[in-house]
């Protein structure tokens, strides 16, 4: 595959998750045998300072713990470890929010993929059917039952992140308290049972800052494995005259602004570009 060079950070991966290789035992066990390994803990992998890049270990090296099959390019197959991170001079741990957006397309694609099976893996150990344990299968992409041999997979939480403007030069963000001084992003929002991402577009952003919109339309998504969202990404538009307010616990402040004063960037801080909304925001200002 090509990678896009605009996608968001997230969304950018070379590797091939080889659905054949992980359905079959015997070959999963022949492509660990040579395997490039990324050992995952708690959200975090070894990075090397020099790139920056992942540091990969042999199989032999790997640490015990669980193992997640993450597919193939035409160099290597590529398994993370769930288990303690070696120590390694001119390396160092971190996550997807310190080092997502500076990694290459394969080794970002690599380390959400782990990140994101270890998540889930970490909180599905007993079956929802019957409370037994659950053991990993098939390369990790799934967990079975050991009593009755149910198969459950993982959980992906569609979530809406929107920015809307009034069809010219404004775009309405808004910024929660916890966030830095002068932060400000897009809305977003859970899809709730029952609703389509168009539906939860519209419903979040009334419920946050009491605006309409409409001309509800899809920009992009982004894998956000914090612990478990997927980050649909839309455009949407109201009324010029349109006064949004911050109107529910989740936001501080919510207000329109300027192409010229995000350019400026007096005292107003965007949203990092790992993150889709970083995407969306800068897409819109590059426009004529």
């Known amino acids: 595959m090509t990678p896009d060079r605009r996608a968001p950070a ?19 066990e022949v492509a660990w045998s040579a395997a490039r390994v990324l050992v995952v803990d708690d959200g975090r992998a070894l990075v090397d300072d020099n790139g920056p890049g992942l540091v990969l270990v042999d199989a032999a090296e790997a640490p015990e713990g669980d193992r997640f099959y993450l597919g193939r390019d035409d160099a ?44 889930w893996h970490a909180t599905h150990t007993r079956c929802p059917r019957c409370g037994a344990p659950t053991v990993p299968a098939k ?47 897009t809305l977003a929002g859970f899809v709730e049972p029952g609703e389509s991402a168009e539906q939860a577009v519209v419903r979040e952003v009334a419920e946050e800052t009491g605006i309409s919109v409409r001309d509800v339309v899809y920009r992009g998504s982004q894998p956000w494995p914090f612990p478990a969202s997927l980050m649909l990404g839309y455009r949407a538009s ?7 307010h911050a109107q529910d616990a989740e936001l501080e402040d919510a207000r329109w602004f300027t192409k010229d004063e995000l350019r400026a960037g ?4 965007l949203p990092t570009p790992v993150s889709i909304a970083w995407h969306l925001i800068t897409d819109w200002l590059d426009e004529d």
Request: proline share 5%; glycine share 12%.
């Open 76 to 119: 290597s197959s590529y398994f993370a470890v769930a288990g303690r991170l070696p120590r390694m001079l001119g390396a160092r741990p971190q996550g997807l929010r310190e080092v997502g957006a500076l990694l290459g397309d394969r080794d970002a694609g690599l380390l959400v993929h782990a990140v994101g099976l270890a998540n």
């Open 266 to 269: 007096k005292g107003t801080l």
């Open 139 to 185: 390369g990790g992409s799934i967990r079975r039952c050991e009593d009755d041999g149910s198969e459950h997979f993982p959980r992906t939480d569609p979530a809406v992140i929107m920015l809307v403007t009034d069809g010219g030069d404004r775009c309405v963000l808004g910024r929660q308290a916890i966030w830095p001084a002068g932060r400000y992003s």
């Open 238 to 244: 109201c009324d010029a005259d349109a006064e949004p």
């Open 10 to 28: 997230l969304s950018r991966a070379t590797v091939d998750r080889d659905a054949a290789t992980r359905d079959d035992d015997a070959a999963l």
